[in-house]
């Protein structure tokens, strides 16, 4: 590690970083590294204050590979962290963009690959170099689009991903007093060539951010209104997470709304646990947008069906199943034992009950949607007065075009469920995201 130069004059820097991450007291540290400034002063700083408390850091940088100088810039990434002492390793993106939005599933790998990283490591936190400036880029962006409380509470200093810690402990400075820095440690940094082209939002908005200051709109403003809304948020969350306690209930089928206590939630409150609810069961990372959500809160709020987001909204006696589509899932087949739709497992018979239930040829049977004509196959599913909608959407055994098995629809024959995911789970996501 190169000797530390005067720290003086930003051991307000120093001490910010130290004490942020000090708080959670990880025994091992990742630090996202990118070449950038913002992430080049998070890991000096790191390496600064956090000398003689024990924690071992380690970095990685993603190469996305969607610029030829990628590999070169994760080259120059290393060449920093072994200046300064630090493990670097370098994640490629070897899927690439499938199509569609190149920011966001750009970012999704990000995240995916570092965190499949840490847990290889047996790292529990990562630290990320976002700043306030990134804070208030992305309240404009927020707002922009009109989004409410949660949108304009833009980025939270923690939050879990994949099981590990996220943490940003840069929210409160500002990216030219970490370039200062970086100048006075002698820490060159790449500046990024996307961060200049226009077609991207978060430039535009960059660029805005000049015209904006002389208004009253500066940084430290926006980072305010974004720590307002984050207390808003927080209080709108605890009581979605106290109503969906007392009003939905998650099993293996779906997520079961008590109609009438939904009805006269505030309408905010009955969103965030309808948008909760379809996120449970799509498994997908982004909410519906706006109009189809408050749509589907009209279905439920008057009794009629709805689909979005690869679920079904189905009312029947008091109750909206919020579950998966049939259409959505017609398509999966998974191995037994093995996990469907990332959600659950269907696990065959023990050797005594295979005794019982002789037509159990486990080499050729299949997991996959019980189907409308699944359920032609036996009369059971009718004695639960579900929806038969909802019972057709779940997994049943199939061998060719014999059900053996529909376990959620009346018919276990011996077949066991486990899922994915435990309802606590459901109830706790309300709080952690």
């Known amino acids: 590690m190169t000797p530390a130069k005067d720290s003086q004059p930003f051991e307000s820097l120093i001490a910010a ?5 000090l708080r959670a007291a990880p025994v091992r540290l990742g630090i996202a590294v990118s070449g950038g400034s913002d992430s080049l002063a998070l890991l000096s700083l790191a390496v600064e ?27 120059a990434a290393k060449a920093v962290c072994d200046q300064l002492g630090v493990p670097h ?6 899927a ?23 847990k290889g490591r047996d790292i529990p936190m990562i630290a990320l170099g976002h700043t306030a400036d990134d804070q208030a880029e992305t309240v404009l962006m927020r707002l922009r689009r009109a989004s409410g409380v949660t949108g304009l509470a833009a980025m939270r200093p923690r939050r879990m991903r994949n099981g590990i810690m996220l943490a940003r402990p840069m929210l409160d400075l500002r990216r030219a007093e970490l370039q200062a820095y970086l100048q006075a440690r002698d820490i060159a940094w790449i500046d990024d060539p996307s961060n200049e082209n ?54 293996p089928l779906g997520v079961r709304i008590n109609q009438r206590g939904f009805r006269v939630l505030p309408e905010e409150i009955a969103f965030r646990l309808l948008r909760h609810s379809l996120g449970w069961m799509s498994g997908q990372v982004y909410p519906p947008r706006r109009d189809p959500m408050l749509a589907a809160l009209r279905a439920v709020r008057h009794g009629t ?15 909206t199943w919020v579950t998966r589509e049939l259409n959505a899932v017609a398509g999966l087949s998974a191995d037994i034992g093995a996990t469907w739709d990332n959600q659950l497992s269907l696990h065959a018979p023990s050797v005594r009950q295979v005794d019982a239930y002789t037509d159990m040829n486990q080499s050729s049977a299949r997991v ?66």
């Open 17 to 21: 970083v130290r004490s942020d991450i």
């Open 96 to 118: 690439g963009p499938q199509g569609g939005n190149l920011q966001d599933q750009a970012r999704e790998a990000r995240y995916d690959l570092l965190t499949r990283w840490a």
């Open 198 to 251: 226009t077609k991207f939002e978060r430039v535009r908005i960059r660029q805005a951010m000049d015209l904006l200051e002389p208004l009253g709109l500066t940084v430290s403003t926006l980072t305010a209104v974004a720590e307002n809304m984050a207390r808003s948020r927080d209080a709108l969350d605890w009581y979605a997470f106290t109503s969906a306690q007392e009003l939905l209930q998650v099993s």
């Open 305 to 319: 069906s709805f689909t979005l987001a690869g679920c079904q909204l189905v009312t029947r006696k008091g109750s």
């Open 89 to 94: 390793d370098t994640l490629v993106w070897e």
């Open 368 to 433: 996959r949607a019980v189907g409308h004509e699944g359920l032609l196959q036996f009369s059971d599913w009718r004695d639960l007065d579900l929806p038969r909608s909802v019972l057709a959407a779940s997994p049943g055994v199939w061998r060719g075009d014999k059900l053996l098995a529909a376990p959620l629809a009346g018919w276990s024959a011996g077949y066991r469920v486990e899922q994915a995911r435990s309802g606590a789970e459901f109830y706790s996501r309300l709080l952690s995201h």
């Open 49 to 75: 204050g956090l000398a003689g408390t024990g924690i071992e850091l380690f970095a990685a940088t993603v190469d996305h590979r969607l610029r030829a100088a990628s590999q070169e810039e994760a080259a």
